[in-house]
Protein backbone atom coordinates (compact mmCIF):
# COMPACT_ATOMS: atom_id res chain seq x y z
CA UNK A 1 0.00 0.00 0.00
CA UNK A 2 1.30 3.40 -0.79
CA UNK A 3 -0.36 6.71 -0.38
CA UNK A 4 -2.02 7.80 -3.55
CA UNK A 5 -0.75 11.65 -4.63
CA UNK A 6 1.78 13.92 -3.21
CA UNK A 7 1.61 15.92 0.19
CA UNK A 8 3.59 18.70 1.49
CA UNK A 9 4.68 19.18 5.07
CA UNK A 10 3.82 22.86 4.80
CA UNK A 11 0.43 21.88 4.18
CA UNK A 12 0.05 20.86 7.53
CA UNK A 13 0.94 24.52 8.74
CA UNK A 14 -2.56 26.74 9.93
CA UNK A 15 -3.36 29.96 9.23
CA UNK A 16 -4.40 32.17 12.03
CA UNK A 17 -1.87 34.40 10.40
CA UNK A 18 -4.35 35.14 7.56
CA UNK A 19 -7.63 35.07 8.54
CA UNK A 20 -9.04 36.51 5.24
CA UNK A 21 -7.68 33.61 2.97
CA UNK A 22 -10.03 31.13 3.59
CA UNK A 23 -12.88 33.55 2.47
CA UNK A 24 -10.45 34.10 -0.23
CA UNK A 25 -9.43 31.23 -1.76
CA UNK A 26 -13.12 29.76 -0.85
CA UNK A 27 -14.66 32.05 -2.65
CA UNK A 28 -12.10 31.65 -5.90
CA UNK A 29 -11.15 27.70 -6.06
CA UNK A 30 -14.84 27.12 -6.11
CA UNK A 31 -15.79 30.06 -8.15
CA UNK A 32 -14.58 27.19 -11.73
CA UNK A 33 -16.83 25.13 -10.15
CA UNK A 34 -19.96 26.77 -9.84
CA UNK A 35 -19.88 28.96 -12.72
CA UNK A 36 -19.67 26.05 -15.25
CA UNK A 37 -22.41 24.12 -13.43
CA UNK A 38 -24.90 27.17 -14.11
CA UNK A 39 -23.61 28.08 -17.52
CA UNK A 40 -22.93 24.48 -18.96
CA UNK A 41 -24.48 24.07 -22.61
CA UNK A 42 -25.16 21.61 -25.77
CA UNK A 43 -22.80 24.32 -27.62
CA UNK A 44 -20.32 22.60 -29.97
CA UNK A 45 -17.07 22.22 -28.51
CA UNK A 46 -13.49 24.36 -29.27
CA UNK A 47 -11.69 22.70 -32.44
CA UNK A 48 -7.76 23.07 -32.93
CA UNK A 49 -8.56 26.25 -33.28
CA UNK A 50 -4.93 26.46 -35.60
CA UNK A 51 -4.67 27.16 -39.34
CA UNK A 52 -3.97 23.83 -41.28
CA UNK A 53 -0.39 25.72 -42.62
CA UNK A 54 0.74 25.35 -38.82
CA UNK A 55 -0.18 21.62 -38.59
CA UNK A 56 1.70 20.69 -41.69
CA UNK A 57 4.93 23.06 -40.47
CA UNK A 58 7.74 21.48 -38.87
CA UNK A 59 5.81 22.39 -35.66
CA UNK A 60 2.42 20.30 -36.68
CA UNK A 61 3.12 16.94 -34.45
CA UNK A 62 3.96 19.29 -31.32
CA UNK A 63 1.25 21.16 -31.97
CA UNK A 64 -1.00 18.42 -32.21
CA UNK A 65 0.44 16.78 -28.99
CA UNK A 66 -0.98 20.33 -27.57
CA UNK A 67 -4.42 20.53 -28.75
CA UNK A 68 -4.90 16.98 -26.92
CA UNK A 69 -3.16 18.13 -23.82
CA UNK A 70 -5.58 20.98 -23.69
CA UNK A 71 -8.63 19.08 -24.66
CA UNK A 72 -7.30 16.59 -21.62
CA UNK A 73 -6.74 19.34 -19.74
CA UNK A 74 -10.10 21.01 -20.27
CA UNK A 75 -8.42 24.10 -20.96
CA UNK A 76 -11.76 25.61 -23.45
CA UNK A 77 -14.33 25.53 -20.14
CA UNK A 78 -13.01 28.25 -18.49
CA UNK A 79 -10.87 30.35 -21.26
CA UNK A 80 -13.83 30.87 -23.63
CA UNK A 81 -16.79 32.67 -23.14
CA UNK A 82 -20.16 31.59 -24.15
CA UNK A 83 -20.23 34.18 -26.96
CA UNK A 84 -16.81 34.56 -27.83
CA UNK A 85 -13.91 33.09 -29.80
CA UNK A 86 -12.12 30.31 -28.79
CA UNK A 87 -9.32 30.85 -25.71
CA UNK A 88 -9.83 34.44 -25.70
CA UNK A 89 -11.57 34.79 -22.19
CA UNK A 90 -13.87 36.63 -20.56
CA UNK A 91 -16.01 33.62 -18.67
CA UNK A 92 -17.58 35.09 -16.01
CA UNK A 93 -17.23 33.05 -12.33
CA UNK A 94 -20.35 34.98 -10.36
CA UNK A 95 -19.20 34.99 -7.05
CA UNK A 96 -20.63 36.52 -3.53
CA UNK A 97 -18.43 39.16 -3.58
CA UNK A 98 -18.10 39.91 -7.51
CA UNK A 99 -16.85 38.46 -10.54
CA UNK A 100 -14.25 36.82 -11.55
CA UNK A 101 -13.14 36.87 -15.36
CA UNK A 102 -10.99 34.25 -17.45
CA UNK A 103 -7.99 35.80 -18.76
CA UNK A 104 -7.02 35.46 -23.09
CA UNK A 105 -4.54 32.96 -23.29
CA UNK A 106 -4.45 33.48 -27.42
CA UNK A 107 -0.95 34.45 -28.64
CA UNK A 108 -2.01 38.39 -29.18
CA UNK A 109 0.63 40.43 -28.31
CA UNK A 110 -1.42 43.38 -26.35
CA UNK A 111 -4.35 41.45 -24.74
CA UNK A 112 -3.50 37.66 -24.81
CA UNK A 113 -0.04 35.68 -24.01
CA UNK A 114 1.71 36.99 -27.62
CA UNK A 115 4.46 38.67 -25.32
CA UNK A 116 5.12 35.96 -23.01
CA UNK A 117 8.25 33.77 -22.90
CA UNK A 118 7.83 30.26 -22.71
CA UNK A 119 9.26 30.50 -19.03
CA UNK A 120 6.84 32.69 -17.98
CA UNK A 121 4.22 30.39 -19.43
CA UNK A 122 5.14 27.41 -17.71
CA UNK A 123 5.38 29.13 -14.22
CA UNK A 124 2.01 30.38 -14.68
CA UNK A 125 0.60 26.51 -15.42
CA UNK A 126 3.16 25.23 -12.44
CA UNK A 127 3.23 27.85 -9.90
CA UNK A 128 0.40 29.86 -10.22
CA UNK A 129 2.36 33.00 -11.25
CA UNK A 130 2.13 34.86 -14.22
CA UNK A 131 3.99 37.39 -16.25
CA UNK A 132 6.02 40.38 -14.14
CA UNK A 133 5.08 38.26 -11.16
CA UNK A 134 1.12 38.57 -11.03
CA UNK A 135 -0.11 35.94 -8.95
CA UNK A 136 -3.12 33.72 -10.35
CA UNK A 137 -6.17 33.03 -8.33
CA UNK A 138 -6.84 28.96 -8.18
CA UNK A 139 -9.45 29.13 -10.11
CA UNK A 140 -6.95 27.88 -12.25
CA UNK A 141 -6.18 24.75 -11.07
CA UNK A 142 -2.16 25.05 -11.20
CA UNK A 143 -2.07 23.09 -8.19
CA UNK A 144 -2.74 19.80 -10.59
CA UNK A 145 -1.09 21.16 -13.63
CA UNK A 146 2.18 21.28 -11.23
CA UNK A 147 2.44 17.76 -12.42
CA UNK A 148 3.10 18.29 -16.09
CA UNK A 149 6.24 16.74 -17.51
CA UNK A 150 8.66 19.19 -19.20
CA UNK A 151 7.38 17.47 -23.03
CA UNK A 152 4.04 18.55 -22.27
CA UNK A 153 4.32 22.27 -21.46
CA UNK A 154 6.23 22.24 -24.45
CA UNK A 155 3.76 21.22 -26.19
CA UNK A 156 0.95 23.38 -24.66
CA UNK A 157 3.23 26.62 -25.01
CA UNK A 158 3.58 25.46 -29.26
CA UNK A 159 -0.08 24.86 -29.40
CA UNK A 160 -1.23 28.10 -27.80
CA UNK A 161 1.35 30.16 -29.53
CA UNK A 162 -0.51 28.70 -32.98
CA UNK A 163 -3.91 29.17 -31.99
CA UNK A 164 -5.69 32.46 -33.79
CA UNK A 165 -5.02 35.52 -32.01
CA UNK A 166 -8.10 37.26 -30.48
CA UNK A 167 -7.66 40.92 -29.78
CA UNK A 168 -10.20 40.68 -27.21
CA UNK A 169 -9.23 42.71 -24.04
CA UNK A 170 -9.37 41.12 -20.99
CA UNK A 171 -11.91 41.82 -18.55
CA UNK A 172 -11.48 43.47 -15.42
CA UNK A 173 -12.41 41.61 -12.05
CA UNK A 174 -14.85 42.93 -10.36
CA UNK A 175 -14.35 41.16 -6.68
CA UNK A 176 -14.70 43.32 -3.32
CA UNK A 177 -11.69 44.23 -0.87
CA UNK A 178 -9.79 42.65 0.43
CA UNK A 179 -10.73 39.39 -2.11
CA UNK A 180 -8.95 41.85 -5.05
CA UNK A 181 -5.47 41.41 -3.47
CA UNK A 182 -3.87 39.17 -5.13
CA UNK A 183 -0.65 39.23 -3.34
CA UNK A 184 -2.83 37.15 -0.46
CA UNK A 185 -2.20 34.09 -3.21
CA UNK A 186 1.61 34.13 -2.25
CA UNK A 187 0.65 32.82 1.27
CA UNK A 188 -1.75 30.48 0.71
CA UNK A 189 0.49 29.09 -2.45
CA UNK A 190 3.47 28.46 0.31
CA UNK A 191 1.60 26.80 2.74
CA UNK A 192 -0.07 24.36 0.02
CA UNK A 193 1.12 24.27 -3.56
CA UNK A 194 3.41 21.11 -3.84
CA UNK A 195 5.24 22.30 -6.58
CA UNK A 196 6.74 18.91 -8.32
CA UNK A 197 6.77 16.81 -11.29
CA UNK A 198 4.89 13.75 -11.53
CA UNK A 199 7.00 10.59 -10.96
CA UNK A 200 6.29 7.44 -12.52
CA UNK A 201 5.57 3.94 -9.99
CA UNK A 202 8.03 1.60 -10.82
CA UNK A 203 5.80 -0.87 -9.44
CA UNK A 204 2.82 -0.30 -11.79
CA UNK A 205 2.28 -0.72 -15.25
CA UNK A 206 2.54 1.79 -17.94
CA UNK A 207 -1.07 2.10 -18.29
CA UNK A 208 -1.51 2.62 -14.81
CA UNK A 209 1.69 5.90 -14.57
CA UNK A 210 -0.31 7.27 -17.57
CA UNK A 211 -3.88 7.24 -16.08
CA UNK A 212 -1.98 8.43 -12.65
CA UNK A 213 -0.37 11.00 -14.44
CA UNK A 214 -3.90 11.94 -16.73
CA UNK A 215 -5.98 12.21 -13.42
CA UNK A 216 -3.17 14.03 -11.10
CA UNK A 217 -2.23 16.65 -13.45
CA UNK A 218 -3.52 17.80 -16.71
CA UNK A 219 -7.67 16.26 -15.88
CA UNK A 220 -7.41 17.70 -12.41
CA UNK A 221 -9.67 15.26 -11.15
CA UNK A 222 -9.41 16.09 -7.29
CA UNK A 223 -9.79 19.87 -7.93
CA UNK A 224 -13.43 18.21 -7.61
CA UNK A 225 -13.77 15.00 -5.89
CA UNK A 226 -11.06 15.63 -3.03
CA UNK A 227 -12.23 17.33 0.07
CA UNK A 228 -10.58 20.51 0.88
CA UNK A 229 -9.49 21.85 4.59
CA UNK A 230 -10.63 25.89 5.47
CA UNK A 231 -8.10 27.64 3.74
CA UNK A 232 -10.29 25.07 0.42
CA UNK A 233 -6.53 23.61 -0.29
CA UNK A 234 -7.06 19.70 -1.43
CA UNK A 235 -6.82 17.38 2.18
CA UNK A 236 -4.54 15.23 0.37
CA UNK A 237 -4.40 12.41 2.74
CA UNK A 238 -8.30 11.83 1.85
CA UNK A 239 -7.53 12.70 -2.40
CA UNK A 240 -10.86 11.69 -4.43
CA UNK A 241 -12.96 11.22 -1.41
CA UNK A 242 -15.68 13.20 -2.59
CA UNK A 243 -16.63 17.18 -2.29
CA UNK A 244 -19.93 19.37 -2.22
CA UNK A 245 -19.49 22.93 -3.67
CA UNK A 246 -22.21 24.96 -5.02
CA UNK A 247 -25.13 22.16 -4.46
CA UNK A 248 -23.54 19.21 -6.23
CA UNK A 249 -21.93 16.17 -4.73
CA UNK A 250 -18.46 15.05 -6.65
CA UNK A 251 -18.83 11.45 -5.22
CA UNK A 252 -16.31 9.10 -3.87
CA UNK A 253 -14.00 7.45 -6.57
CA UNK A 254 -11.70 4.52 -3.72
CA UNK A 255 -13.25 1.65 -2.73
CA UNK A 256 -12.59 0.56 1.27
CA UNK A 257 -13.39 1.83 4.43
CA UNK A 258 -13.83 4.95 6.47
CA UNK A 259 -17.35 6.39 5.27
CA UNK A 260 -20.73 4.84 4.60
CA UNK A 261 -20.79 6.89 1.45
CA UNK A 262 -21.04 4.98 -1.97
CA UNK A 263 -18.34 2.53 -2.37
CA UNK A 264 -16.11 3.68 -5.26
CA UNK A 265 -15.22 2.58 -8.82
CA UNK A 266 -13.24 -0.56 -7.95
CA UNK A 267 -15.94 -3.09 -8.52
CA UNK A 268 -16.95 -1.04 -11.88
CA UNK A 269 -16.39 -2.57 -14.93
CA UNK A 270 -13.67 -0.92 -16.75
CA UNK A 271 -15.62 -0.98 -20.15
CA UNK A 272 -18.80 0.81 -18.03
CA UNK A 273 -15.77 3.28 -16.47
CA UNK A 274 -14.55 4.26 -20.32
CA UNK A 275 -18.30 4.89 -21.57
CA UNK A 276 -19.17 6.74 -18.68
CA UNK A 277 -16.44 8.76 -19.93
CA UNK A 278 -17.12 9.11 -23.13
CA UNK A 279 -20.86 9.47 -23.26
CA UNK A 280 -21.33 10.60 -19.43
CA UNK A 281 -24.06 7.69 -18.77
CA UNK A 282 -23.56 3.96 -17.71
CA UNK A 283 -25.94 1.53 -16.10
CA UNK A 284 -25.60 2.78 -12.64
CA UNK A 285 -24.77 6.60 -12.74
CA UNK A 286 -25.41 9.70 -15.11
CA UNK A 287 -23.04 13.05 -15.36
CA UNK A 288 -24.70 15.66 -13.48
CA UNK A 289 -23.35 19.28 -12.48
CA UNK A 290 -20.10 19.88 -13.76
CA UNK A 291 -19.16 16.65 -14.87
CA UNK A 292 -21.32 17.04 -17.94
CA UNK A 293 -19.22 19.85 -18.93
CA UNK A 294 -15.41 17.74 -18.62
CA UNK A 295 -17.21 14.90 -20.76
CA UNK A 296 -18.28 17.14 -23.24
CA UNK A 297 -15.31 19.49 -23.24
CA UNK A 298 -12.80 16.86 -22.71
CA UNK A 299 -12.82 13.50 -21.82
CA UNK A 300 -14.94 12.24 -24.84
CA UNK A 301 -11.88 13.45 -27.09
CA UNK A 302 -9.60 10.99 -25.30
CA UNK A 303 -8.45 8.27 -26.44
CA UNK A 304 -9.57 4.97 -25.45
CA UNK A 305 -6.11 4.01 -24.48
CA UNK A 306 -5.87 6.75 -22.74
CA UNK A 307 -9.56 6.34 -20.71
CA UNK A 308 -8.29 2.81 -19.84
CA UNK A 309 -5.39 3.71 -18.21
CA UNK A 310 -7.70 6.65 -16.11
CA UNK A 311 -10.23 3.91 -15.49
CA UNK A 312 -7.10 1.61 -14.25
CA UNK A 313 -5.85 4.21 -12.22
CA UNK A 314 -9.32 4.87 -10.53
CA UNK A 315 -9.64 1.38 -9.85
CA UNK A 316 -6.73 1.05 -8.30
CA UNK A 317 -7.93 3.62 -5.22
CA UNK A 318 -8.60 2.37 -1.53
CA UNK A 319 -9.45 4.23 1.69
CA UNK A 320 -7.84 2.79 4.28
CA UNK A 321 -7.00 3.69 7.83
CA UNK A 322 -8.15 7.17 7.35
CA UNK A 323 -6.11 7.61 3.72
CA UNK A 324 -6.24 7.26 0.96
CA UNK A 325 -3.59 4.79 -0.76
CA UNK A 326 -3.08 2.56 -3.59
CA UNK A 327 -3.71 -1.42 -4.01
CA UNK A 328 -2.73 -3.81 -6.66
CA UNK A 329 -5.94 -5.79 -8.00
CA UNK A 330 -6.59 -9.09 -5.84
CA UNK A 331 -6.13 -12.23 -7.55
CA UNK A 332 -8.90 -15.08 -8.62
CA UNK A 333 -12.51 -14.53 -9.23
CA UNK A 334 -13.23 -11.32 -7.67
CA UNK A 335 -10.18 -9.72 -9.52
CA UNK A 336 -11.03 -6.01 -9.68
CA UNK A 337 -13.36 -5.93 -7.15
CA UNK A 338 -13.23 -3.84 -3.77
CA UNK A 339 -12.37 -5.33 -0.40
CA UNK A 340 -16.28 -5.08 0.58
CA UNK A 341 -17.50 -6.80 -2.58
CA UNK A 342 -14.42 -9.44 -2.81
CA UNK A 343 -15.53 -10.63 0.55
CA UNK A 344 -19.45 -11.03 0.19
CA UNK A 345 -20.49 -14.41 0.27
CA UNK A 346 -20.69 -16.12 -2.64
CA UNK A 347 -23.64 -15.05 -5.08
CA UNK A 348 -25.35 -16.52 -8.14
CA UNK A 349 -23.56 -15.95 -11.45
CA UNK A 350 -26.63 -13.81 -12.17
CA UNK A 351 -26.79 -11.76 -9.06
CA UNK A 352 -22.83 -11.50 -9.35
CA UNK A 353 -23.31 -9.76 -13.06
CA UNK A 354 -25.82 -7.50 -11.46
CA UNK A 355 -23.58 -6.44 -9.26
CA UNK A 356 -20.37 -5.90 -11.45
CA UNK A 357 -22.85 -4.17 -14.43
CA UNK A 358 -22.74 -6.76 -16.39
CA UNK A 359 -26.23 -7.18 -16.35
CA UNK A 360 -29.05 -4.35 -15.54
CA UNK A 361 -30.36 -4.73 -12.60
CA UNK A 362 -33.40 -6.45 -11.24
CA UNK A 363 -37.24 -4.27 -11.32
CA UNK A 364 -37.85 -3.56 -7.91
CA UNK A 365 -41.69 -4.50 -6.77
CA UNK A 366 -43.10 -0.94 -5.94
CA UNK A 367 -46.09 -1.71 -3.08
CA UNK A 368 -47.00 -4.15 -0.76
CA UNK A 369 -49.09 -6.79 -3.37
CA UNK A 370 -52.64 -5.72 -1.91
CA UNK A 371 -52.97 -2.21 -3.30
CA UNK A 372 -51.25 -0.63 -0.30
CA UNK A 373 -48.78 1.75 -1.11
CA UNK A 374 -46.59 4.12 1.16
CA UNK A 375 -46.68 8.23 0.06
CA UNK A 376 -43.50 7.82 -1.31
CA UNK A 377 -44.25 4.99 -3.60
CA UNK A 378 -47.10 6.79 -4.65
CA UNK A 379 -44.80 9.88 -5.70
CA UNK A 380 -42.85 7.36 -7.25
CA UNK A 381 -45.39 5.83 -9.51
CA UNK A 382 -46.96 9.34 -10.26
CA UNK A 383 -43.54 11.12 -11.03
CA UNK A 384 -40.73 8.67 -12.21
CA UNK A 385 -42.12 5.02 -12.84
CA UNK A 386 -42.75 5.69 -16.59
CA UNK A 387 -39.15 6.47 -17.11
CA UNK A 388 -37.56 4.53 -14.58
CA UNK A 389 -39.37 1.51 -13.96
CA UNK A 390 -39.11 -0.29 -10.93
CA UNK A 391 -35.92 0.84 -10.69
CA UNK A 392 -33.99 -0.49 -13.31
CA UNK A 393 -34.25 1.88 -15.80
CA UNK A 394 -34.09 0.97 -19.39
CA UNK A 395 -30.44 0.32 -20.57
CA UNK A 396 -29.14 2.95 -23.36
CA UNK A 397 -32.41 5.65 -22.45
CA UNK A 398 -32.82 6.39 -18.36
CA UNK A 399 -30.04 5.22 -15.63
CA UNK A 400 -30.96 2.57 -13.10
CA UNK A 401 -31.75 3.94 -9.74
CA UNK A 402 -30.39 0.49 -8.31
CA UNK A 403 -27.19 0.57 -7.36
CA UNK A 404 -26.94 4.40 -9.20
CA UNK A 405 -24.38 6.82 -7.41
CA UNK A 406 -27.09 9.16 -6.55
CA UNK A 407 -29.17 6.90 -4.76
CA UNK A 408 -25.89 5.40 -2.60
CA UNK A 409 -23.73 7.93 -1.61
CA UNK A 410 -24.65 9.42 1.94
CA UNK A 411 -25.03 13.28 0.57
CA UNK A 412 -28.42 13.64 -1.56
CA UNK A 413 -27.13 16.97 -2.72
CA UNK A 414 -27.22 15.07 -6.06
CA UNK A 415 -30.47 13.25 -5.88
CA UNK A 416 -32.26 16.43 -4.73
CA UNK A 417 -31.35 18.91 -7.23
CA UNK A 418 -32.11 16.38 -10.36
CA UNK A 419 -35.49 15.82 -9.33
CA UNK A 420 -35.89 19.77 -8.75
CA UNK A 421 -34.69 20.78 -11.58
CA UNK A 422 -34.38 17.85 -14.10
CA UNK A 423 -31.27 16.84 -15.84
CA UNK A 424 -30.25 16.56 -19.63
CA UNK A 425 -27.86 14.26 -21.24
CA UNK A 426 -24.48 14.86 -22.54
CA UNK A 427 -23.95 15.22 -26.41
CA UNK A 428 -20.83 13.36 -27.38
CA UNK A 429 -19.78 11.65 -30.41
CA UNK A 430 -20.49 8.50 -29.19
CA UNK A 431 -23.92 9.23 -27.95
CA UNK A 432 -25.36 12.32 -30.21
CA UNK A 433 -28.74 12.14 -28.65
CA UNK A 434 -29.53 14.18 -25.82
CA UNK A 435 -32.54 12.54 -23.19
CA UNK A 436 -33.97 15.10 -20.70
CA UNK A 437 -35.48 13.69 -17.96
CA UNK A 438 -38.04 17.22 -16.57
CA UNK A 439 -38.05 19.20 -13.46
CA UNK A 440 -40.42 18.44 -11.17
CA UNK A 441 -39.63 21.87 -8.95
CA UNK A 442 -43.11 23.55 -10.10
CA UNK A 443 -44.95 20.45 -9.45
CA UNK A 444 -43.62 19.09 -6.01
CA UNK A 445 -43.20 20.85 -2.31
CA UNK A 446 -40.30 20.13 -0.58
CA UNK A 447 -41.97 18.04 1.83
CA UNK A 448 -43.14 15.92 -1.28
CA UNK A 449 -39.67 15.81 -2.34
CA UNK A 450 -38.40 15.22 0.97
CA UNK A 451 -40.02 12.00 0.93
CA UNK A 452 -40.20 10.80 -2.76
CA UNK A 453 -35.90 11.09 -2.44
CA UNK A 454 -36.29 9.47 0.74
CA UNK A 455 -38.22 6.85 -0.31
CA UNK A 456 -35.60 6.11 -3.64
CA UNK A 457 -32.55 6.00 -1.28
CA UNK A 458 -33.82 3.25 0.85
CA UNK A 459 -35.48 1.37 -1.95
CA UNK A 460 -33.01 1.51 -4.25
CA UNK A 461 -29.85 2.76 -3.02
CA UNK A 462 -30.03 -0.02 -0.27
CA UNK A 463 -29.73 2.07 3.05
CA UNK A 464 -31.30 1.95 6.44
CA UNK A 465 -34.47 3.97 6.67
CA UNK A 466 -32.93 5.95 9.11
CA UNK A 467 -29.87 6.95 7.17
CA UNK A 468 -31.77 7.11 3.74
CA UNK A 469 -34.40 10.16 4.81
CA UNK A 470 -33.88 13.55 3.29
CA UNK A 471 -35.45 16.64 5.04
CA UNK A 472 -37.25 19.21 4.06
CA UNK A 473 -34.80 21.94 5.22
CA UNK A 474 -32.31 20.01 3.08
CA UNK A 475 -34.70 20.11 -0.22
CA UNK A 476 -35.70 24.33 0.72
CA UNK A 477 -31.97 24.75 0.77
CA UNK A 478 -31.17 23.56 -2.84
CA UNK A 479 -34.67 24.46 -4.03
CA UNK A 480 -33.44 28.47 -3.47
CA UNK A 481 -30.56 27.29 -6.18
CA UNK A 482 -32.54 26.08 -8.56
CA UNK A 483 -34.87 29.40 -7.86
CA UNK A 484 -38.47 28.14 -8.90
CA UNK A 485 -40.89 28.87 -5.77
CA UNK A 486 -42.08 26.04 -3.96
CA UNK A 487 -45.70 24.89 -5.21
CA UNK A 488 -48.55 24.92 -2.86
CA UNK A 489 -48.62 22.53 -0.06
CA UNK A 490 -51.97 21.22 -1.35
CA UNK A 491 -51.04 20.54 -4.70
Known amino acids: MRPVC ?39 PVELAVSAEALDSADGDTIRRGAYL ?20 GFAFETPFGTLY ?33 H ?24 FQHVEPQAVPNKRNELMWPFSWRAAMWGWNLLFL ?71 LADWPENEIVQFLQTGAASRSAATGTMKEAI ?27 ETV ?25 AQAIRIGK ?15 TAGERLFMDNCQACHLQGQGMPGAFPALVNNSATAQDDPSNLIKVILQGAQGVQTQQDPTVLTMPDFAWRLNDKQVATLASFVRERFGERAPERAQVSPEQVAELREQVHPPEPDAGH
Not at 326 to 350: C, E, F
Request: net charge negative; aromatic share 8%.
Open 194 to 264: DDGRFEPDPQQSDRWNRGAYLVTGPGHCGSCHTPRNLAMARKTDQAFMGHSIQGWHAPRLPAGEGTSDAPG
Open 359 to 373: MPPPAVPIGDGHGGV
Open 6 to 44: WSSAMGQHTLSWMTALPLLVLLLAGAATSALAQQYSQAE
Open 136 to 159: LYPAMPYTAYTHLSDEDVEALWTY
Open 296 to 322: HDSLQYLTEDDLRAIATYLKSLRYEDG
Open 102 to 134: SSNITPDAEHGIGDWTQAEFTTALRQGVGKDGK
Open 326 to 350: IATAPTGDNSGLSPSVASRPAQSGT
Open 70 to 89: ARAADCTACHTASDGPPYAG
